[in-house]
């Protein structure tokens, strides 16, 4: 069964059991969806649509937010094109004054020639290591060097509508600075944090309603630092495809990879642009082609309030008082999954977030969680000692 854009839902292309695998990504399904063409009439306040997104004139959309009838219609048309339309917009001038985004390159320059000089290694999500240069935690980074600077850079109206028009007054910025530089390699396509971060086994193991889910809880966004022409490898994107529910086990196969080879769109972007993106909708940077572009951006991962506990655990205490209990049960033959389960209520087993400087992806999307540490001390025997010192070196690489 399924449902159109223009009937207001996501389109359900899938049977709509409790479990997805790849069995359920159906490349026919996916050509239908994302085969649509975005309709002008559903972005009056758009400038134009192009390549089937919609672009925003950054000044007109904030005076319309700005008037008490306009806001709601500028929050919901925002919305409608990130979840039910093609999921990516274009602000044209998100930043006015080109002087604020110069003052923050500035800064990002000096802190990867830093880094640089101190031989940092940078590992990357999508991208080999050494393919670019990354900032880790730019916006902490950026504020400890230059606070007057970050103050002009985080006032801006544009970024806070978006922000807030998808996850609500309460969201948390996050941003990591990429810069690809000439010969650069585009990266695979891929769709993005949180289930995008995992392996297609850790996927599959979540429910159907949790892929669903993933997309509400964060919102993607980039500032262009400079021109990004397109031979400068500016993102690719494949609009509408936001809305395939088996899409964070569909990014992996080949053939949806090679669709997205043939059908993606290229935005070129001014320095000052921004864009932002449904984190479920299939993209890639793209290949710096150009002698002399060092294509810089602020990628901006924006977080919704909500996805936090109700309580503070010392889950490194925890899992250390555990441990010696699950070695004797171990020893005694109790199952497998049994001390699993222990281990899934003692420790974090998420690795985010974490310290991306001291404790980066080299090897995988993500790097080992606290309960990957406790399981192997417990599959492989380690004296307590061990484990508390493996455990309060993560902390210490996961600290800010």
């Known amino acids: 069964m399924s449902r159109t854009a223009a009937q207001g839902a996501p389109a359900r292309t899938w049977p709509g059991t409790v479990d997805l695998s790849a069995e359920d990504c159906d490349l ?20 134009r649509v192009e390549q089937n997104v919609p672009h925003y004139d950054s000044g007109r959309l904030t005076a319309l937010a700005a008037a008490p009838e306009g806001a709601r219609a500028v929050r919901e048309e925002l919305v ?9 917009v274009v602000l044209a001038r998100a930043f006015p004054d080109p002087a604020v985004v110069d003052r923050a ?22 991208a080999a290591p050494g393919a670019n240069d990354r900032v880790w935690n730019a916006l902490e980074k950026l504020a400890l060097r230059a606070p007057d600077v970050f103050a002009d850079y985080y006032a801006n109206e544009a970024l806070a509508l978006v922000c807030g028009a998808w996850l609500g007054p ?16 585009a990266q695979r396509p891929h769709r993005d944090y949180h289930l995008g971060f995992l392996s297609q086994e850790q996927a599959a193991s979540y429910p159907a309603h949790v892929h669903r889910l993933s997309p509400f809880l964060t919102l993607q966004g980039a500032v262009a630092h400079c021109d990004m ?4 490898g500016p993102t690719l994107y494949l609009p509408h495809s936001q809305k395939y529910e088996p899409g ?36 890639a940077a793209g290949h710096n082609r150009s002698a002399d572009i060092r294509r810089m951006a602020n990628l901006l991962q924006v977080s919704s309030a909500f996805g936090r506990a109700m309580e503070t655990v010392d889950r490194a205490a925890v ?20 001390l699993r389960r222990v281990v899934a209520a003692a420790a974090e087993g998420y690795p985010f977030p974490t310290n991306l400087d001291r404790d980066p992806p080299v090897d995988g999307l993500a790097p080992p969680s606290q309960a990957d540490t406790v399981w192997r001390a417990v599959a492989e025997g380690w004296t307590p000692d061990r484990l508390r010192q493996d455990l309060q070196a993560g902390d210490e690489r996961r600290r800010s």
Do not use: C, M
């Open 28 to 47: 026919d399904a996916f050509r239908e969806l994302v085969g649509q063409r975005t309709d002008p009439g559903q972005y009056p306040a758009a400038e």
């Open 80 to 88: 409608r094109a990130l979840l039910d339309g093609p999921g990516v």
């Open 105 to 126: 390159s500035d800064v990002f320059r000096a802190l990867i020639e830093d880094e640089r000089a101190r031989g940092a290694g940078r590992g990357d999500h999508f």
């Open 170 to 185: 309460a969201y948390q910025l996050t941003s990591q600075v990429n810069v690809v530089n000439p010969g650069g390699a």
């Open 229 to 232: 022409p397109v031979e400068s």
């Open 248 to 283: 964070y086990l569909a990014w992996r196969l080949p053939e949806f990879a090679g669709y997205f080879d043939e059908h993606r769109v290229q935005l070129p972007l001014e320095k000052g642009d921004a864009v932002f993106f449904n984190p479920a909708l299939f993209h």
């Open 319 to 338: 899992a250390a008082a555990v441990h010696p209990e699950l070695l004797r049960r171990r020893a005694r033959g109790a199952p497998e999954a049994s």
